[in-house]
């Protein structure tokens, strides 16, 4: 059984998929705290669900891109074989990760978004660093940045690990450091990475959930 907070279909807001249709999965329970989080709501409870409960559920929906995210999805054992399910089925998948949890056992054919925990989350230090050797070629990495300390920080990351040429997306902090405040950081800097914006939010605002 999974704990599920919510099922849903949704405008896709973040990653080289932004404005995509897309079902989530959002599973309960996390194992970090980042200071910033925007869904402290999955921190606790769901309803308790059945594989084939959530697939029934994805598929009454009728969209090919589903994401299972959190939370930290991959703090729940039983979701490596949700996602391995998803694939078998037909479904794009997506995995919103913290980068806190070896991702070796996700099946390979689901994409991986992985977040690279910056200073201001408060929880850099549970980055697992293996996981960007285990990266495939479709999957992205996620930076979220809330000051130039974060900005500075996660160029150091990406010259230390030879990331460039990966797909990097650096995420600002909603209410913290400004799109154009960002923008202008790395085209100053030329930085080999992909500005990205919380689609979901400028659509419905940033305490709405379920979308």
């Known amino acids: 059984m999974l704990r599920v907070t919510e099922i849903f279909h949704s405008i896709q807001g973040e990653s080289t998929h932004a404005g995509r249709p897309c079902v989530f999965v959002r599973l309960a329970g996390c194992n970090l705290r980042c200071r ?37 999805p991959l703090a729940q054992k039983e979701a490596f074989d949700l996602i391995a399910r998803l694939c078998d089925d037909g479904f794009e998948v997506l995995i919103e990760t913290s980068g806190s949890i070896d991702i070796e056992p996700v099946d390979r054919r689901a994409k991986i978004i992985l977040d690279v925990k910056c200073p201001g989350s408060g929880e850099a230090e549970k980055n697992y ?19 130039r300390a974060d900005y500075e920080w996660a160029r150091r990351v990406i010259a230390q690990h ?33 500005l990205q914006t919380q689609l979901h939010k400028h659509i419905w605002g940033a305490d709405v959930k379920g979308v």
């Open 162 to 194: 030879n990331l460039a040429g990966r797909t990097i997306l650096f995420s600002p902090v909603w209410g913290e450091i400004d799109l154009k405040s960002l923008a202008e950081m790395m085209l100053a800097d030329r930085v080999p990475a992909r």
């Open 36 to 72: 910033w989080c925007d869904s402290e709501y999955t921190f606790t409870g769901g309803e308790k669900l059945s594989i084939d409960d959530v697939i029934e559920r994805v598929k009454s929906y009728g969209c090919e891109l589903v994401e299972v995210t959190g939370g930290e």
């Open 129 to 147: 660093w293996p996981n960007l050797e285990n990266l495939k070629p479709h999957d992205e990495i996620k930076f979220v940045i809330a000051d």
